[in-house]
């Protein structure tokens, strides 16, 4: 029998948006600015952890990678570009939104995101209309894979893990989530998703 669900679970970046911040914008910043991309990576990889823990803000961030010297572009001007990387996945959000629609299933994402990127695209890409909490890294200072974020968002939806389902497009967050007895969907893609979710049974909510 397929198993029941009564608590979906998401990542942000890969399955509802586009990342927001990941390598390949990384290298049109550079590209833009005429940056050195070699030591903005540098610099981004050994702060980076603390900004999407929520231990830093943007403009902290900003200082040590970006404007630690002076720069012939504005400070607005690198975070108008950071933020217009996030673009949403509208087929994959429109399916979402159905599927909640049709089995009145509680979402809440489980996401690595630094405060304001992660605050911009919640806004800017309408994501509240269909997630009911979001238990992002810069909110609750964990990061994936941390056994504690997804404990969290369990206990925070009061589900078992057997009545979870998390979908992520990095495979080794859905095995960590998998380890911890949650079921899980390697995201690839919205039609591979799709039929990957025919062996789930979801619990219509009576509220």
Known sequence: MPQSIKLLLLDIGGVLLTDGWETKSREKAAAHFSLDFDELNQRHKNVFDAYESGKMSLDQYLDLVIFHQERTFGRQEFKDFMLGESKPLEDMIAFMKALKQQ???????????????????????????????????????????????????LSIMQAKPEEALYIDDRKVYTEQAAAMGINTIHHTGLETTREQLKNFNFTVSST
Not at 129 to 138: A, N, P
Request: charged letters at 20%; one cysteine or more.
């Open 103 to 153: 089995y009145r299933v509680p979402i809440a994402t489980v996401n690595n995101e630094p405060l304001e990127l992660n605050e911009h695209r919640i806004k800017t890409c309408g994501l509240s209309s269909f997630i009911d909490v979001f238990v992002s890294s810069c909110y609750v200072n964990l990061r994936k894979p941390d056994p504690k974020i997804y404990q969290l968002a």
